[in-house]
Nanobody
């Protein structure tokens, strides 16, 4: 079992920044592929960013490229999502997720999920 706890969400004005954190426990963190997803009101959950277990590769949705940065600290068993130049359309519940093995960055490929943290961007 893997437990994931997100934090760092809140209310921010458009153009502002937030950093989300996701603390993991339960298995060998350094072997996980980690991802951030989000779900806006009335919409399906979508992929935002991912980082593989080796930290060699990062992946981003087109909508956040150049604004968001995913990183991880294996010693702290934590993955981060730095979000800059936030827009009202970034408003959503943000979820951290683990993919234990290879595969795509789709909802169905992830093995464990956190409960989410709400990000609200005001215009």
């Amino acid at each position: 079992q893997v437990q994931l706890v997100e934090s760092g969400g809140g209310l921010v004005q458009a153009g502002g920044s937030l950093r989300l954190s996701c603390a993991a426990s339960g298995r060998t963190f350094s072997s996980y592929n980690m991802g951030w997803f989000r779900q806006a009101p009335g919409k399906e959950r979508e992929f935002v960013a991912g980082i593989d277990w080796s930290e060699s590769n990062t992946y981003y949705a087109d909508s956040v490229k150049g604004r968001f940065t995913i990183s991880r600290d294996n010693a702290k068993e934590t993955v981060y999502l730095q979000m800059n130049s936030l827009k009202p359309e970034d408003t959503a519940v943000y979820y951290c997720a683990v993919r234990l093995y290879g595969g795509s960055w789709s909802n169905g490929s992830m093995d464990y999920w956190g409960k989410g943290t709400l990000v609200t961007v005001s215009s």
